[in-house]
């Protein structure tokens, strides 16, 4: 529940509110008919509204009739960043306007459901690549001495009773979805949360006025350059570096080009910093990959919490022992358990990502989700040294209708490493696939590169296996086990790349 007079004053705070609009007249104050007003429900979606829901006009482009439809529902307050008594005459609802709507649904649902975030150990990552693993990785190593009460937030699941999973929609929810969800951690018994931070929950303001007890920034590269997600690089780096600001404890990768500039930043914000990196570099904690997944890990600095000895992933990928090491660094400040901390990370499973399918008669078929430069170079650069004898077959597109920088990234990677491209629709989002495709192939330097096309993904998985040999390596990028294609608006059901891989790896 949340009452008017505790929403005015919690904009007020965050000096959000500039009036309120009751009937045709303007406040400042709550008039004194209205002090008792309070609100049972919370919601941005007209079709989730309830009688005495407080209803958030989000949205760049928002049109009023959602309002229309929401006070129909029993909306009895809108929050806007515009005056809507001329669309909605003698509406009964209050407004109260506000200077940005999604500063305010982030304050006021979070008292709304209240402030889940107090009651949690609140851990969150961000970087290019690799936050989705680390989440998995931290969450494992936590619940092996913590027991079931570590949820997470990731784009490939959510899990907020310790053992549940449900599909993501987004990388981080909008701020009213994650504070009820936190909420619904909370009365779960969860005393941990580890999620992923984009640059977008910063860009959107979903995260806005969420401190986290340890942030962690793993890497950065060009991504989400787009007109609708970021405008340049700058952008995006200011938006993931405000993790920073809103950490207790920072744990940042020393790789990082932009590393003294993040040191910079978290001195001017008072926020300590813990760096990870390879054995070269001047960290304060180092690793030293090893054989079969194993990896050595150094403490250099006195006085940060000791961590020191042997570690193994079972996910594939050089990359992977840095997304390890930063997991361990956090887990090590919560646990002295280094054991069982070991043991978690080794157990660690997550799906779709690094999935290595072989069969008897040689093949091998990879399914990754991994979608930019960075994520898919490095993902080459480990089958290359794994698998040298064969050739690299990628089946690949790129998102439609934003991320347009991405076309260049595939094209790029593509041109550097891949013997064989096989290029196919991802989720076209309502642009023309064949645009994609031309926009990737633009980008194509390799001369000696076999290139494909056939936009029915499906019969491009069938086809690279139709052209391997065995030791050569198909990898099917971007997609995973998902099991749909988004197409316009809505999704479409696919088979998903993995389940396909398996199938046909009995076939072949």
Same mark, same amino acid.
């Given at each position: 529940?949340?009452?008017?007079?505790?929403?005015v004053?919690?904009?007020?705070?965050?000096?959000?509110?500039?009036?309120?609009?009751?009937?045709?007249? =303007?406040?400042y104050?709550?008039?004194?008919?209205?002090?008792?007003?309070?609100?049972?429900?919370?919601?941005?979606? *007209?079709?989730?509204v309830?009688? @005495?829901?407080? /209803? /958030?006009?989000?949205?760049?482009?928002f049109? $009023?009739?959602?309002?229309?439809?929401?006070?129909?529902? !029993?909306? *009895?307050?809108?929050?806007?960043?515009?005056n809507?008594?001329a669309?909605?005459?003698n509406?009964?609802?209050?407004?109260?306007?506000?200077?940005?709507?999604?500063?305010?649904?982030?304050v006021?649902?979070?008292e &709304?459901?209240g402030?889940p975030?107090?009651?949690?150990?609140?851990? !969150?990552?961000?970087?290019?690549?690799?936050?989705?693993?680390?989440?998995?990785?931290? =969450?494992?190593?936590?619940?092996?001495?913590?027991?079931?009460?570590?949820?997470?937030?990731?784009?490939?699941?959510?899990?907020?009773?310790g053992?549940?999973?449900?599909?993501?929609?987004?990388?981080?929810?909008? *701020?009213?979805d994650?504070?009820?969800?936190?909420? %619904?951690?909370?009365?779960?018994?969860?005393?941990?949360?580890? #999620?992923?931070?984009? *640059?977008?929950?910063?860009?959107?303001?979903?995260?806005?006025?969420l401190?986290?007890?340890?942030?962690?920034?793993?890497?950065?590269?060009?991504?989400?350059?787009?007109?609708?997600?970021?405008?340049d690089?700058?952008?995006?780096?200011?938006?993931?570096s @405000?993790?920073?600001?809103?950490?207790?404890?920072?744990? +940042?990768?020393?790789?990082?080009?932009?590393?003294?500039?993040?040191i910079?930043?978290?001195?001017?914000?008072?926020?300590?910093?813990?760096s990870?990196?390879?054995?070269?570099?001047?960290a304060?904690?180092?690793?030293?990959?090893? $054989?079969?997944?194993?990896?050595d890990?150094?403490?250099?600095?006195?006085?940060?919490?000791?961590?020191?000895?042997r &570690? =193994?992933?079972?996910? $594939?990928?050089f990359?992977?022992?840095?997304?390890a090491?930063? %997991?361990l660094?956090v887990?090590?400040?919560?646990?002295?358990?280094?054991d069982?901390?070991?043991?978690?990370?080794? @157990?660690?499973?997550?799906p779709?990502?690094m999935?290595?399918?072989?069969?008897?008669h040689?093949?091998?078929?990879v399914?990754?989700y991994?979608?930019?430069?960075?994520?898919?170079?490095?993902?080459?650069? /480990?089958?290359?040294?794994?698998?040298?004898?064969?050739?690299?077959?990628?089946?690949?597109? %790129? +998102?439609?209708?934003?991320?347009?920088?991405?076309?260049?990234?595939v094209?790029?990677?593509l041109?550097?490493?891949?013997?064989?491209?096989?290029?196919?629709?991802?989720?076209?989002n309502?642009?023309?696939?064949?645009h994609?495709?031309?926009?990737?192939?633009?980008?194509?330097?390799?001369?000696?590169?076999?290139?494909?096309?056939?936009?029915?993904?499906?019969?491009?998985?069938?086809?690279?296996?139709?052209?391997?040999?065995?030791?050569?390596?198909?990898? #099917?990028?971007?997609?995973?086990?998902?099991?749909f294609m988004?197409e316009?608006?809505?999704?479409? $059901?696919?088979?998903?790349?993995?389940?396909?891989?398996s199938?046909? #790896?009995?076939?072949?």
């Amino acid at each position: 529940m949340l009452t008017l007079v505790k929403a005015v004053e919690i904009l007020k705070q965050h000096q959000l509110l500039t009036s309120l609009i009751v009937g045709d007249q =303007r406040h400042y104050y709550v008039p004194a008919a209205l002090v008792t007003t309070q609100y049972e429900h919370v919601a941005y979606d *007209s079709r989730q509204v309830e009688p @005495q829901t407080l /209803f /958030f006009c989000k949205g760049a482009t928002f049109n $009023p009739r959602y309002a229309a439809d929401a006070i129909t529902a !029993g909306a *009895s307050a809108l929050v806007t960043e515009h005056n809507l008594v001329a669309d909605l005459p003698n509406t009964p609802a209050v407004q109260l306007l506000v200077t940005n709507v999604q500063k305010a649904m982030a304050v006021l649902t979070r008292e &709304f459901y209240g402030n889940p975030d107090q009651a949690l150990t609140m851990i !969150g990552f961000t970087g290019t690549k690799g936050k989705t693993t680390s989440v998995y990785f931290l =969450r494992h190593m936590l619940q092996a001495v913590l027991g079931p009460k570590v949820a997470q937030l990731s784009s490939l699941a959510n899990c907020i009773d310790g053992h549940t999973f449900e599909e993501a929609h987004l990388t981080t929810p909008e *701020s009213l979805d994650l504070y009820r969800l936190l909420r %619904a951690a909370v009365d779960h018994g969860m005393t941990t949360l580890v #999620m992923e931070v984009s *640059s977008q929950a910063y860009k959107k303001n979903r995260v806005y006025g969420l401190e986290f007890d340890y942030g962690v920034f793993l890497n950065i590269s060009p991504d989400h350059i787009s007109p609708i997600e970021h405008p340049d690089f700058d952008d995006y780096l200011t938006c993931k570096s @405000q993790l920073i600001k809103n950490s207790r404890q920072m744990i +940042i990768s020393r790789a990082i080009p932009e590393y003294d500039y993040l040191i910079e930043l978290a001195d001017t914000y008072g926020t300590p910093v813990l760096s990870f990196g390879s054995q070269d570099l001047d960290a304060d904690y180092q690793y030293l990959p090893q $054989p079969h997944g194993y990896f050595d890990v150094a403490t250099q600095t006195a006085g940060s919490p000791v961590l020191s000895g042997r &570690f =193994r992933v079972m996910i $594939p990928g050089f990359f992977n022992y840095e997304n390890a090491l930063a %997991a361990l660094i956090v887990a090590r400040h919560l646990s002295d358990d280094v054991d069982q901390l070991a043991h978690g990370l080794a @157990q660690t499973v997550v799906p779709g990502r690094m999935e290595i399918l072989t069969n008897d008669h040689g093949y091998i078929a990879v399914a990754d989700y991994a979608h930019n430069y960075l994520s898919l170079t490095e993902s080459f650069k /480990f089958l290359k040294h794994e698998y040298p004898n064969g050739r690299l077959i990628v089946v690949i597109g %790129a +998102i439609g209708s934003k991320a347009q920088s991405r076309r260049q990234d595939v094209g790029r990677a593509l041109s550097e490493y891949a013997d064989v491209a096989m290029l196919t629709s991802e989720d076209n989002n309502g642009e023309d696939p064949n645009h994609i495709l031309a926009e990737i192939k633009a980008n194509l330097t390799n001369p000696t590169l076999e290139v494909h096309e056939n936009l029915d993904r499906a019969a491009t998985i069938k086809a690279a296996f139709e052209l391997a040999q065995p030791g050569d390596v198909i990898f #099917m990028a971007a997609k995973g086990r998902e099991d749909f294609m988004r197409e316009g608006d809505h999704n479409v $059901p696919y088979v998903g790349d993995y389940q396909l891989a398996s199938q046909l #790896m009995r076939e072949y």
